[in-house]
């Protein structure tokens, strides 16, 4: 989700408001996922880089999670979404901690749209917390381990590997969100600046995705016998 900075500094406006505005454009992205009963919906919100703002910024973009998880996890719970965090949860104030525990706990059976939210994450952050908990939970015999040994300790072993990934604010890049499980999703960047990412810009996207061929390194006739069988 980027692009707050700007469309807050082309309005004369502190760049906190951009931030503030992000949050509705959350919630609306967050709408048009359940009413298309997409399954899973996974934001970065914070990244493990953005420590590195000013102490006033991060400190704003924190109590910000936890005012949004004030306000909106009822109505999450209500419309069946089931709210998680993944991330190095370890910096967090014992308030944010506590949001994020009770949000977890009260949406736990909740069998809508999972909403992932990643904070203070990182890709790589991801694949070496998954191989030391392997370490510690299967001590190494020798045998080389597989993709499939390591999978399950990933941060989002819950979820299905992205079909589609959409990056806002007019940068080409991936900075370092998910990495491992990005190997065959279709990726989409715009120039829409995150507070402007509204409904029809979430479809467009949709439009987007629905032309591309997917052929996960097979040829074409080989994947739709696959789809088939
Ligand atoms: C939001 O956008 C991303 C967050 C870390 C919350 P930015 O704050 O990166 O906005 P720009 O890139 O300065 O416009
Ligand atoms: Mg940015």
Known sequence: MDGNGRWARQRFLPRVAGHRRG???????????????????????????NWHRPADEVSYLMELFAL??????????????????????SRFGSRLTDLIARAEHLTRENAGLALTVAANYGGR?????????MLVERPPT???????????????????????FIRTGGEQRISNFLLWQIAYTELYFTDTL???F????FE???????RRERRFGRLEASV?????G
């Not at 991801?126 to 191989?131: E, G, L, N, R, W």
């Not at 467009?204 to 629905?210: I, N, Q, S, T």
């Open 23 to 49: 949050v509705e454009a959350v919630r609306e992205v967050v709408r048009a996922c359940r009413e298309r009963k997409i399954g899973f919906l996974t934001l970065f919100a914070f990244s493990s880089e």
């Open 142 to 164: 020798g045998a080389p381990i597989s993709e499939a040994d390591l999978a399950p300790f990933l941060a989002l072993s819950y979820a299905p590997e992205p079909d589609l």
């Open 224 to 228: 739709s016998q696959a789809a088939a």
């Open 198 to 201: 509204d409904a029809a810009a």
């Open 68 to 89: 949004a998880l004030e306000d909106e996890v009822g109505k999450l719970h209500q419309h069946g979404v089931r709210f998680r965090v993944v991330g190095d949860s």
């Open 204 to 210: 467009e996207a949709l439009v987007a995705y629905r």
């Open 125 to 133: 952050w991801d694949m070496v917390q998954a191989i030391n908990r």
């Open 194 to 196: 995150w507070p402007d």
